[in-house]
Structures are given as structure tokens and as C-alpha cells.
């Protein structure tokens, strides 16, 4: 059943799944039941009928579809409870009715997930970002990627004294003498400090987020807002920053961005964010190398109502082939007090 609730089409549940069922992704009422237990589902409204069901919105019938979609075609991950509010909030705007408090939430318990890493995941990241930022591949990565999961894996309480360590072991697999350049595409190079400080920043957000200590409204809309405007000039040069690093070791992380995985990465990019307000939250942030003026957490704090974000896709769909290169338009407005 659709109703039209203040000249919106909105669904009740009968409605959304009728919806799944004609775009091929029939659920059960359980499951949808489920979803909206998990803060995937907010309300949008309540009819005026008896009981007053719960109604949903198009987006928020879209959104759905997206995550029935994913976990049909095998995404497990995607369908990871903090991932899908944090991913919507994030990219696709507060039209999902998604609520702060709910991202709050969602990147609180991603943050407890990601406090300890097992012995095996340590390795991995080890090896991974020692391949990263060798650039000289005559010298051998084995001691000091055995070092770095040591390091990963008993993770020091200061973020500094970690970013401290791991820049001087990455040391050992960068050579800057004669003449050698850091791994780069176009004006992004990797070198051990630019690796360094981005962990570190990710990390202050997770302890950030599981310490108890409040993330406000505005710290969240802000770090979602310089999310958003830094990754605007990466992504209108993604196609260059692709070919550059093609056939280089940094080549998997030019990879080109896709609904998909977006959704993925975004309880890591909101989390280096909220980071990035904590260690620098008297800095005004840059762009392209320039600051912004009254761009620091602390003056949003002093001067900012709210941030809204709205965004509109170039496809009916949010689910899209992974060979598929979508537009998403986003429009980001910051109230003043």
C-alpha cells in the first residue's frame, strides 16, 4: 500500500515490499523488521491510520533496494549495520531521514570493532603498506614488514608516538638518495609521513568515538562537509589520477570509486575526518594546498546552526555495475548562526 502523506508518495511496509518484489529483490517481513531494529530504516512519518504504521520515503525505498541488491550479489560487508546509515548520511544526504545520532551510533560500534586487529590482519595491513611506500624495489620489505604488524598489532595509546614509530620503520623501504621519487600520481605521493599522519588521524577518531567522549552534531556535519569538499577535486581527477598509478604499486588505490565502494569505505573516511577535527581543530582547513578561511572545527562550533547535504544520482538506480562510473551530485549548505 502507497499513501501520500503531505503531497509526498510514502510507503507503508506492505508498500516497500511490493516495491522490492517488482524490481526482482523480494524480502520477508522479518527482514524488514530487522532492518529498521538496526537504524537502517528510520521512519520518515506516521500515518494517520489506526496504529499509526511507520512510512517510508522513495529514497528511502531506493536505499533498500541497495541493500537487498548488495547482499544478493554476495557483498557481505555492505551489509554491515554501521555501514549502511554512515554510507547514506554521508554521500546521499539527509533526504534518507537518516539521523546524526544514528551515525553516532553506527560509527560507535564500527569504532569498537576496529580497536583491536587480530595477528593476521596485523600482517596483512603490514605488508600492504610497506608495498605501498617501497619505491625502490631492489631493497626487501620481509624485517621490516614484520616489524610493522609488531607495531599494528600492539598499537600505542598516543596516536603520535604510533605515527612517531611508523614513520621511522617505513624509513627503511623509502629511498630519497639519488634522485629517487615517493610512489605518485599526478600531485599525490606516498611517501612514510603522508601515510603516517593519515593513520594516525583514523586513529584518533576511533579512540575518539570509544572513549565515551561525545562527537557532537556539528563535529559530525563538519567532518562530513570537508569530506565532502576535499574529495570533490580527487574524484572530478579520478580518471588522471587512474592512469598515473597504473602499473605502479599504488595502483589499488587509484582505483576508480563506485557506489559500492563508497558504502565500503565510509565509516574509515568519516572517522579520519572526525580525527582530522580533533588534532587540528584550531586549523583552518586546505584545499589544493590553500586554506580555507573559518573553516576550523573550532569556528563551526562558535558560528554553525547546522550543515545539510542533498545529492541526486545520474542512474534510476544506486545499484550499478561495477564497470559503470556514476555521477553523483552533491550539494552541501552550511546555516550560520
Known amino acids: 500500500m502507497i499513501e501520500t502523506f503531505d503531497s509526498e508518495v510514502l510507503y507503508d511496509r506492505k508498500g516497500l515490499l511490493k516495491f522490492l518484489r517488482e524490481n526482482g529483490l523480494p524480502i520477508t517481513e522479518d527482514r524488514l523488521e530487522y532492518w529498521v531494529k ?6 520518515a512519518a506516521r500515518s494517520k491510520g489506526r496504529g499509526r504504521p511507520a512510512l517510508y520515503t522513495q529514497h528511502q525505498a531506493h536505499l533498500l533496494k541497495a541493500i537487498v541488491g548488495q547482499g544478493k ?11 549502511i546509515p554512515v554510507s547514506v548520511w554521508l554521500y546521499f544526504g539527509d533526504e534518507y531521514t537518516i539521523k546524526t545520532q544514528d551515525v553516532r551510533n553506527a560509527m560507535q ?28 624495489r631492489t631493497i626487501g620489505i620481509r624485517d621490516t614488514v614484520g616489524k610493522l604488524s609488531s607495531l599494528f598489532y600492539r598499537q600505542p595509546e598516543s596516536t603520535e608516538t604510533f605515527a612517531g614509530e611508523l614513520t621511522e620503520l617505513l624509513m627503511d623501504v623509502f629511498q630519497e638518495k639519488f634522485g629517487m621519487e615517493p610512489n605518485h600520481t ?13 593513520i594516525r588521524m583514523r586513529m584518533e577518531g576511533i579512540l575518539a568515538l570509544c572513549s565515551g567522549i561525545q562527537i557532537s552534531d556539528i563535529h559530525l556535519q563538519w567532518a562530513r562537509f570537508f569530506h565532502l569538499w576535499n574529495s570533490r577535486d580527487y574524484i572530478q581527477k579520478q580518471e588522471e589520477y587512474n592512469k598515473g598509478a597504473k602499473g605502479t604499486p599504488i595502483e589499488s588505490m587509484f582505483e576508480y570509486q563506485t557506489i559500492e565502494t563508497l558504502m565500503l569505505g565510509a565509516c574509515v573516511d568519516l572517522a579520519t575526518a572526525i580525527g582530522i577535527g580533533i588534532v587540528y581543530r584550531d586549523r583552518d582547513v586546505s584545499f589544493n594546498k590553500v586554506a580555507i578561511p573559518n573553516s576550523s572545527l573550532e569556528f563551526w562550533k562558535q558560528h554553525v546552526v547546522r550543515s545539510r547535504v542533498t545529492s541526486k544520482i545520474s542512474v534510476p538506480s544506486i545499484i550499478v555495475p561495477r564497470d559503470f562510473k556514476p555521477q553523483l551530485c552533491i550539494n552541501a549548505t552550511v546555516e550560520w548562526k
Open 109 to 136: 560500534k564500527w569504532a569498537k570493532g576496529q580497536l583491536k586487529i587480530s595477528l593476521e590482519g596485523s600482517k596483512e595491513s603490514a605488508q600492504k603498506i610497506a608495498k605501498l611506500v617501497c619505491n625502490d
Open 73 to 83: 550479489k554476495g557483498v557481505k560487508k555492505i551489509g554491515a549495520m554501521y555501514t
Open 38 to 43: 538496526q537504524k537502517a530504516m528510520t521512519p
Open 186 to 198: 599526478l600531485d599525490i605521493s606516498v611517501t612514510p609521513v603522508n601515510v603516517a599522519t593519515l
